[in-house]
T-cell receptor, first 113, second 109 residues
C-alpha cells in the first residue's frame, strides 16, 4: 500500500531550466493537491484538482503548471525555474475536495541555483 | 481573510510531562479542522479530523478537541518518539486547506 508517491525525491536545477514533478496515488482518491513548504511560511497550496479533468489555482500558482493525467496521477511543471522556487514540494490526495483529510507524499526537495 | 495560528511556536517537554498545543482560527463556515504530525524530511501524517464544536478525538497519547474559535491537541505523558512538528489545517467556505505554521515539539528523555 504505497499511498502517495512522488518522484524525484531531490533535484537541483539551474535558473531557467524546466522540470516536471510526478505524483501518483493508489487510494482511488478523487482530489489531488500540490503544496510547497518553506521555512517560516508553512504549507501553501499551489494548485489542486478536485476531480479528474479539473484543475484550479491555489494560493501561489505563478510560475507553475499542472496536469491531471488520470485519476491516479497529478504532475507539477516548472517551465523556467527561478531561485524563488527553491522549496520542498508535497503532493497530497483526498477522497473529496471538501471535508475529508488529505494524505501526503514524502516530498521533493528542489534547489534552483 | 481566513487565518490559522498555532502556539506555542516550539515546546520542550520532559518525558511524561503532559501539555497542550493550540490552534486558533478565524474562518466562516468551517468544513473541517485537521491535525497532522510531520517528522523532519517527511510529509505530514494525518492524525485527526474535527467537524463541529464540542467534538473530541483520541489516539494513544493524543486527544484533539474543538471549540468555535480554536482546537487543542492534548499530549498525555509524552514519550521521545512524540517529538515532531504538529500542524493544524482548516477547510472553510470556498477555501481549500489552510495550514498553520506548526508547533515544534521536543520530548526529552
Amino acid at each position: 500500500n504505497a499511498g502517495v508517491t512522488q518522484t524525484p525525491k531531490f533535484q537541483v536545477l539551474k535558473t531557467g531550466q524546466s522540470m516536471t514533478l510526478q505524483c501518483a496515488q493508489d487510494m482511488n482518491h478523487n482530489s489531488m493537491y500540490w503544496y510547497r513548504q518553506d521555512p517560516g511560511m508553512g504549507l501553501r497550496l499551489i494548485y489542486y484538482s478536485a476531480s479528474e479533468g479539473t484543475t484550479d489555482k491555489g494560493e501561489v500558482p505563478n510560475g507553475y503548471n499542472v496536469s491531471r493525467l488520470n485519476k491516479r496521477e497529478f504532475s507539477l511543471r516548472l517551465e523556467s525555474a527561478a531561485p524563488s522556487q527553491t522549496s520542498v514540494y508535497f503532493c497530497a490526495s483526498s477522497e473529496q475536495v471538501w471535508g475529508t483529510e488529505a494524505f501526503f507524499g514524502q516530498g521533493t526537495r528542489l534547489t534552483v541555483v | 481573510e481566513d487565518q490559522v495560528t498555532q502556539s506555542p511556536e516550539a515546546l520542550r517537554l520532559q518525558e511524561g510531562e503532559s501539555s497542550s498545543l493550540n490552534c486558533s482560527y478565524t474562518v466562516s463556515g468551517l468544513r473541517g479542522l485537521f491535525w497532522y504530525r510531520q517528522d523532519p524530511g517527511k510529509g505530514p501524517e494525518f492524525l485527526f479530523t474535527l467537524y463541529s464544536a464540542g467534538e473530541e478525538k483520541e489516539k494513544e497519547r493524543l486527544k484533539a478537541t474543538l471549540t468555535k474559535k480554536e482546537s487543542f491537541l492534548h499530549i498525555t505523558a509524552p514519550k521521545p518518539e512524540d517529538s515532531a512538528t504538529y500542524l493544524c489545517a482548516v477547510q472553510a467556505g470556498g477555501q481549500n486547506f489552510v495550514f498553520g505554521p506548526g508547533t515544534r515539539l521536543s520530548v526529552l528523555p
